[in-house]
């Protein structure tokens, strides 16, 4: 297939005839790849059946692994999902930003949006590009991260464009992202708010707004259970560079490198000197703005491994710590 087309656009004031352009195709039911404020959203028509399934081809993304859908307005959140109160306030403190709802869904949306699941997860994005691709679409778009199932998700347009830029027809290149890590997933059907993917939204933001964030294994255990399944795509190894990722926790030693040629990220200093195969974040929210870009800068450096600095539960770390611990699983590991 031809190369995608790769279009710049001024972040703050993109070019419209751009993205009236990029609308038709989602319009069409091509894909189109687009910066959010967290990662790049690969998108298509989330009540289009055809595209949707595209998407799951480009990025060889299992089937039953449900898509977020993209809105710019709550009126469309309305449409599309079962909107109750707790999600009116949420959508009102949150959105645009790092914040998915998983609702119960309506039946404009097709099963395959939603991985045959009777919810759906949706979000409004606060990065202008997305939001102006959105609204002149005139419907809301499915996307995962823009990356081959499996590998480090893209924060900027290069990374689109080297996992996808063969399976694609445009990339919206609008710089590197803001917030790093994707948003933060929370289950809100049944009455409460269970966290299914840390993210860019800390969890203490939600608790600060007065929500009590509880995890599946907080429920009981067929309720943990169920809710687990709905959210297959946190299930497997993911995010991972093809090389191993070791991770370094604090008060434990510098991992085992057995001899090898090591690249390190993090906040701490290695005690070990590393030249230009070690990067160096001065806060948790830098360490998740570079993460998934560093996993692919130190693959590119031929490292043999990758040594992580596994920060804190603070805040933005809980996600990092997610996206490390997922991408140091072996092949086939599901999560204890
Ligand atoms: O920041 C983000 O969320 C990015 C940008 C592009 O918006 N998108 C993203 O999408 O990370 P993706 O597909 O890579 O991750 C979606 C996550 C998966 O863990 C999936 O299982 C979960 O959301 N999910 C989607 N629909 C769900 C549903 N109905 N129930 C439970 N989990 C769901
Ligand atoms: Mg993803």
Known sequence: MKKAVVYKLDRWNPDEKIIDQAAEEIRKGHLVAFPTETVYGLGANA????????????????????LIVHVATTETAWEIACCDDRALRLMEAFWPGPLTLVMRAKDVVPKVTRGGLDTVAVRMPSHPVALALIEASGVPIAAPSANTSGRPSPTDADAVYEDLGDKIEVVLDGGPTDVGVESTVIDITEGLAVLLRP???????????GETVLLPEDLSREKGATLKKRSPGTRYRHYAPKCKVLLWKAEEDWPDVDGKRVGYMGIRRPPVDLDGDAILFDSLENYARGLFMGLRYLEKRGVEAIVADYPEKRGVGLAIRDRLYRASLAEFDEKP
């Open 199 to 209: 993210g860019g939204l800390p969890v203490e933001a939600l608790e600060n707004f």
């Open 47 to 66: 009540l289009d059946e055809g595209a949707v399934k595209r998407i799951f081809l480009a990025k060889g993304r299992p089937q039953d692994n449900p």
